[in-house]
């Protein structure tokens, strides 16, 4: 995914995305990503958890107003089926 | 057979999170030194947004990723955002997709962004999503990264996406 996310962002769209694997993305190095200890097949989190995935959305879409250093990876720390989103 | 094997991995790697942290540091990715970037020219609130996904959605009416080539599918499909999500389906077999499948916002997020526009915190949503099949290897990246994700990146811009959200399998 880091692949296209470079792509675009050449193209002069500035990105963001989710990943679960950070030695993946330390290597692809996209702009910007927010990392995320969950599962594979579940980026935004669990199915119907609206308030998780909106701040699952969120929290990537500050990103992109914040960050200021290429390549960087937030971390919001957010234990899967722990973390209680209000 | 190999199905067999294919979907006890993709149950293993679904519960256990260290085994694909074992996985990427032994395999090969492209490696790079450089970063593109450049800078979100305005706010989120002003911002026309784009969704983009590496987890094999499509409409059911789209002809499926090839899941029989062992280097993947490094073509993309492409549908309206205001897609209903019951249109849309999600082929790939290597990674576990039994809560996308019942709510694809885990693994594309139409219903979030529809309501951050409705409250005001995204200006517009681009008027298509893209979506690749993540598990791309071997002859194909050179395919994804010559063709098809540039193709993609000039249809976004041609769209109109002024900022793009990704997510992966």
């Known amino acids: ?86 | 057979m190999r199905d067999l094997a294919v979907a006890v991995a993709v149950q293993l790697f679904a519960r256990l999170p260290w085994l694909g942290e074992c996985w990427a540091r032994r395999h090969r990715f492209v490696e790079a030194s450089d970063v593109p970037w450049v800078r979100l020219g305005q706010p989120v609130r002003e911002s026309t947004v784009a969704l983009v996904t590496t987890a094999g959605v499509h409409l059911k009416s789209q002809p499926a990723f090839d899941m029989e080539d062992r280097d993947g599918d490094p073509s993309f499909r492409e549908f309206p955002c205001e897609v209903d999500a019951r249109a849309l389906t999600i082929t790939h077999k290597y990674y576990d997709h039994s809560a996308a499948d019942r709510d694809i916002n885990v693994v594309l997020p139409l219903d979030r962004l529809r309501e951050l526009r409705e409250d005001g915190r995204v200006g517009a949503i681009a008027p298509r999503c893209y979506s690749f099949m993540g598990h791309i290897d071997g002859r194909h990246l050179e395919t994804l990264v010559q063709d098809t994700a540039p193709a993609v990146a000039r249809r976004l811009r041609a769209d109109g996406a002024q900022a793009v959200f990704l997510t992966p399998a």
Request: a positive charge; aromatic letters at 8%; hydrophobic letters at 40%.
């Open chain 1, 1 to 86: 995914m880091g692949l296209i996310q470079r792509a675009i962002e050449t193209e002069g769209i500035p990105t963001v995305g989710i990943t679960l694997q950070k030695t993946v993305t330390h290597k692809v190095r996209p702009p910007r990503a927010v990392y995320l200890r969950y599962p594979f097949g579940h980026p935004m989190g669990e199915a119907f958890a609206v308030r998780q995935q909106r701040a699952i959305l969120e929290a990537a879409l500050e990103a992109l107003e914040t960050l200021t250093e290429p390549g960087a990876i937030v971390e919001p720390g957010w234990v899967w089926r722990r973390h209680r989103f209000e």
